[in-house]
């Protein structure tokens, strides 16, 4: 009897996000914050890099964050979630953060999304879609061999499960929360163009929504699917990239505004461009340091030419200039960089991983 219960109450809270995620009352609009760049990435130094194969006791890794002397292995199959390592000697140092319902278990867990250094140490958002957001506390959770939160918000008022059930990605700025919508969970939505909406957890208030991209509204909904997103607590900035245009943004949280990018300066109709080009894949992955934005991308090629094809690496700096291309021979799946730009790691779609020693190029 209590289990049937459980899963009535289930039932009913999917029907009230999916009932109030259609139409939540919010603040203003932010329509005119963005400004477009064109760039001539032609002439930047290109480097080729040979990877070094890693042998961490990792099995088909589904994400990767490199932190202070820790790499951070996400494995969605594994009992605990995730494995930490020392960067050095590969030594495995714990595991923690459990699949569950329970207390200190996540239901859904979007991956490495924020990291920060607080008082010496190192914290991660951990989003357990749609229950709460946590910040987790890594040098405590490997002291105690289990996940410790410093912080935790759970979403139960009508206003905080509506505006948890239409993001998919959730950043702890200050005293808000800033949310990447998803525009496949609300209804009605006709500008697909990629926005964030505000949310003082404190208040349990919406707050603005912030348009970061200013493009036409093509007949093809996927050409805005997300290629790559990543956020830098210290620069105040979010670098996300599309899948399937050569188009990336930088938004700065502080002032909503948004610089949009198109390499190569190769088009000046961007909506045939577009058209014309609508399977070719661009942007697969975005990660970031506090000096550098790292986009690897394709380049345009299509799908069915992707595989088993190498991969090449733009590297910005936080105000959209252009540093360098790193080619890689490899294709990846994930990657993350050291916080001092000398090393880069990427999982590979066999399963294994690789280092790849960084150029000097600051």
Known sequence: MMQIMKYFKYIQCLFLILLISCNVGTKR???HNVITLSNDTLAVPEYVLVGDTLLYDALWPTGIMAVDNYILIAQHKEKELIHVYNLEDTTKLGSFLQQGGGPNEVNLWNGFNQVWKENGEIKLLVQSYPQFV???NLNQSLKKGKAVFDERFSFVSDSAIAIMAR????????DRFLMNRAPDRIKGLENYNASYQ???YAEDSPGDVVYVMDQPLYPHPQLYMNGGITYNPVKGKICSACRF??????????TNQSVQI???NEETDLDAYVNAKKDNVYFQRVVSTDEY???ATYDGLS???TEGKGIKVEVYDWDGKHICRLLLPDNIYYMTVKPDNTMLYVTLPDGGMKSYRLPDFQ
């Not at 993001?167 to 200050?174: D, E, P, T």
Request: hydrophobic content about 50%; cysteine-free.
């Open 198 to 200: 505000w949310f003082d």
């Open 262 to 264: 198109v390499p190569n």
């Open 134 to 136: 946590a910040t987790l």
């Open 167 to 174: 993001s998919n990605v959730v950043y702890k700025i200050g």
């Open 29 to 31: 609009v932010e329509w």
């Open 245 to 254: 245009m050569n188009l990336f943004y930088i938004f700065d949280v502080k």
């Open 293 to 295: 934005v790292y986009l």
């Open 303 to 305: 799908q069915s030419e």
